[in-house]
Nanobody, 127 residues
Framework: QVRLVEFGGGSVQPGGSLTLSCAAS????????MAWFRQTPGTQREFVAS????????DYHTSVRGRFTISEDSAKNTLYLQMDGLKAEDTAVYYC????????????????????WGQGTQVTVSS
């Protein structure tokens, strides 16, 4: 059973940077897809960025493209999200997600494509 634990949330001023980490354990092979989602109270979980397939194709939500960077360190089984140029609207709880299923590559933008989730980490952007 895959276990995911996020680190690195916190409070930052607009224009600042944060790096989120997600430590993965409990599986024998690399996840087919890994992603970051975020959620604010009263809204559905929103796609932020993903890595898919053996070539680790990267996708980003249009609102974060050019500001956020998703990456992973396979040796450490860790997924990262580097967030630069943060805006107030980036405030949310950020979740790490993973899927061993091959079909997650068809739609890595939807939460239903993932079957393992971290507990979430709060990111607050405020002056």
């Amino acid at each position: 059973q895959v276990r995911l634990v996020e680190f690195g949330g916190g409070s930052v001023q607009p224009g600042g940077s944060l790096t989120l980490s997600c430590a993965a354990s409990g599986y024998s092979r690399q996840s087919n897809c890994m992603a970051w989602f975020r959620q604010t109270p009263g809204t559905q979980r929103e796609f932020v960025a993903s890595l898919s397939g053996s070539v680790r194709s990267k996708d980003y939500h249009t609102s974060v493209r050019g500001r956020f960077t998703i990456s992973e360190d396979s040796a450490k089984n860790t997924l990262y999200l580097q967030m630069d140029g943060l805006k107030a609207e980036d405030t949310a709880v950020y979740y790490c997600a993973a899927s061993q299923n091959s079909w997650c590559r068809a739609n890595p933008f939807h939460p239903d494509s993932f079957n393992a989730w971290g507990q979430g980490t709060q990111v607050t952007v405020s002056s």
